[in-house]
Nanobody, 118 residues
């Protein structure tokens, strides 16, 4: 069974940075990050192919967030810079696609809270 474990969330001031990690259990997948703010639907943030050669980002995070992975390591990172209060959400790691659509991802982590104070 595939397991995804996120880490790295926390509380940060606006303008600060955080790095999220997602470790997959023993396999290399194309992976994505989504987020869900209170009272809102879960939305796409970024995705990366299994090889790391291609990435895609949602417009609100372009130029501020970077998704990456290291060859041979089943971990994907989301570096988040210039954080804004509107980035506050639970961030979820997902595996099995690079789509911006939730239903295309068969595997999900439990999420990690990111809170950005103004």
């Amino acid at each position: 069974q595939v397991q995804l474990v996120e880490s790295g969330g926390g509380l940060v001031q606006a303008g600060g940075s955080l790095r999220l990690s997602c470790a997959a259990s023993g396999r290399t997948f194309s992976m994505g990050w989504f987020r869900q703010a209170p009272g809102k639907e879960r939305e796409f943030v970024a995705a990366i192919t299994w090889s790391g050669s291609n990435t895609r980002y949602a417009e609100p995070v372009k130029g501020r967030f970077t998704i990456s992975r290291v060859d041979g390591i089943y971990t994907v990172y989301l570096q988040m810079n210039s954080l804004k209060p509107e980035d506050t959400a639970v961030y979820y790691c997902a595996a099995g696609s690079t789509s911006n659509l939730l239903n295309n991802y068969p595997y999900w982590g439990r999420g990690t809270q990111v809170t950005v104070s103004s």
